[in-house]
């Protein structure tokens, strides 16, 4: 089976950076995407990490390590609409997704 | 129509009913998922179909039913409810692109009694 780990919940100040670590073992592995998903909505795509490395849009980043089958989405100067919870997915060897449980991020005034 | 829609927004049924959540998209994706969402659980695949005419099983199957008829239209099936099967429903699609990213409708909550 899929197994994959991210915090639970996490708390941040208003302008600050927060990062949310996700830790996968999977049947393979064909990329890692990260969606935010807002109380009673749908997730939203933020990022996917194919290849080892840092991607980087605006204030939110993502990195992946195969090897360790680690990443990360980083999150800066951080406002209150990214109060929100974080999905971290992994596509394996059969091309379907996996998601971890999600990881709530609030952010505080 | 812009991306996908579900329908119902939310639904309370009794237990033994049959119920059809129906999942329309208008992006011409090949591929389109059911998805169930849990608290402490994530999103967990149930059905999926590649491709009009195809249909497949995810993570947790049982008890549900899926048709693709055309490339728009993917409806989930629960042939008689049960009150384990309460949850939010999320249909998504993908667009076979590089990545193949999933984008996903605005969901439906289900409650069965």
């Known amino acids: 089976g899929q197994n994959i780990d991210q915090p639970t919940e996490m708390t941040a100040t208003e302008g600050a950076i927060v990062q949310i670590n996700c830790t996968y073992q999977?049947?393979?592995?064909?990329?890692l995407f990260w969606y935010q998903q807002h109380a009673g909505e749908a997730p939203t795509f933020l990022s996917y990490?194919?290849?080892?490395g840092l991607e980087e849009k605006g204030r939110f980043s993502s990195f992946l390590s195969r090897s360790k089958g680690y990443s990360y989405l980083l999150l800066k100067e951080l406002q209150m609409k990214d109060s929100a919870s974080y999905l971290c997915?992994?596509?394996?060897?059969?091309?379907?997704?996996?998601f971890g449980a999600g990881t709530t991020v609030t952010v505080r005034a | 129509i812009a991306g996908i829609t579900q329908a119902p927004t939310s639904q309370i049924l009794a237990a033994g009913r049959r119920m059809t959540l129906r999942c329309t998209q208008d992006?011409?994706?090949?591929?389109m998922y059911w998805y169930r969402q849990d608290l402490g659980l994530g999103l967990r695949l149930i059905h999926y179909?590649?491709?009009?005419?195809?249909?497949g099983k995810g993570e947790v199957p049982d008890g549900y039913s899926v048709s693709r008829a055309n490339t728009d239209d993917f409806p989930l099936t629960l042939a008689s409810a049960v009150p384990s099967q309460t949850s939010v429903y999320f249909c998504?699609?993908?667009?076979?692109?590089?990545?193949?990213?999933?984008?996903f409708g605005p969901g439906t909550r289900l409650t069965v009694l």
């Open positions: 998504a699609s993908s667009d076979g692109g590089g990545s193949d990213t999933q984008y």
């Open positions: 999977t049947s393979g592995f064909n990329g």
């Open positions: 990490n194919v290849l080892d």
């Open positions: 997915a992994v596509k394996d060897n059969d091309y379907k997704l996996s």
């Open positions: 992006m011409r994706h090949n591929a």
């Open positions: 179909s590649n491709t009009a005419g195809t249909t």
